[in-house]
């Protein structure tokens, strides 16, 4: 899968540019789709890029990736009756999530707001910045707008800011606690 200007290779033969629970869930997905033509497993391939222009603005700018071909996961703490859960949401750079309407809605939660980076980072093993839905823990939803669901390829956080990952959207969908919705604002 080549997007923008990036080197991709797969991400198997690279797990030095992943987050170790990336690198696991990477590794455990072998049976989804087999080897791609770049050699990544179930289509995933990684690309190094500057830490500093981890950011999907920067990104998109420095690397030749159009928004939309990049899409961002964002961490939703939800609270009702005093427990806290946490989900994943994957949306295309180019809209915005309905957290406090489709999300907070679908999750049942009472209180919704985007997880503290501190909580995000520590529950995930991610940095922050870079936080994917491959690797988070297994109890956590991932909620995945139809937008990316539908999209050949999309770039994506690799659990570390000095690399991406590129997968096809029909794979985020296929994970284990995927949901696909109409989640943009």
Known sequence: MAIGTLEWTSAVRRPDLL???VARAVGGLGGLGGLDGAGGVGG???AEIDPELADTAAFCERYGVSMG???NCVIVAARRAGETRYAACMVLATTRADVNGVIRRHLDARKISFAPMDDAVTLT???YGGITPLGLPEDWPVL???AVAAHPGVVIGSGVRRSKLAVAGSLL???KTAQVLHLAN
Do not use: K, R
Request: glycine share 12%; net charge negative; aromatic share 0%.
């Open 19 to 21: 987050a170790e629970p």
């Open 44 to 46: 995933i391939t990684v």
């Open 69 to 71: 071909e990049s899409a």
């Open 125 to 127: 093993g991610m940095e």
């Open 144 to 146: 995945v707008d139809e």
């Open 173 to 175: 969908a296929g994970l």
